[in-house]
């Protein structure tokens, strides 16, 4: 499992990741899907998630509608979300795990102090186990 993550999108999502600290930020990645998934474009999303948003995140069933539409509005495949983790590893919690759908990918950033400094992706496998998800930075292409 390849990602391949172009340089203008990764800046979006740690610019996001940073300006929500110390609350964890969500959004929506597209771009291409064949054998490796590469990602042109982001979209934030406001956190949804009542109450403490320190350690957790909440998108609304319509974010999730509107993804879909600007997806197929734009020729684009939803590829999946990305969140932030706050002064934690970019590695997904149980709660990640449970709400997790198949096929997406997931980014996450961790940020510590307030800075962007770790980010990783990972994918549901067959068992409904997170793997890593190798990720590869390019050059912008499209926006």
């Not at 600290?21 to 590469?38: K, L, S, V, W």
């Not at 096929?103 to 962007?116: C, E, L, N, T």
């Amino acid at each position: 499992m390849k990602l391949v993550l172009n340089e203008s999108p990764l800046k979006k999502m740690h610019a996001h990741a940073e300006a929500d600290y110390p609350n964890e930020c969500c959004g929506f990645f597209y771009g291409q899907a064949d054998e490796i998934r590469t990602v042109t474009t982001v979209r934030e999303v406001k956190n949804a998630k009542e109450g403490d948003q320190r350690r957790r995140f909440q998108i609304s069933p319509r974010d999730y509608q509107q993804a879909e539409k600007f997806a197929l509005e734009h020729d684009l495949d939803l590829l999946g979300v990305y969140h932030s983790h706050p002064d934690h590893p970019a590695e997904p919690s149980e709660h990640d795990r449970k709400v997790a759908m198949p096929w997406f990918s997931y980014i996450i950033i961790s940020v510590q102090d307030g800075k962007a400094t770790t980010t990783r992706s990972w994918r549901l496998n067959e068992d409904r186990q997170f793997e890593e998800e190798s990720i590869e930075q390019t050059e912008l292409h499209r926006t």
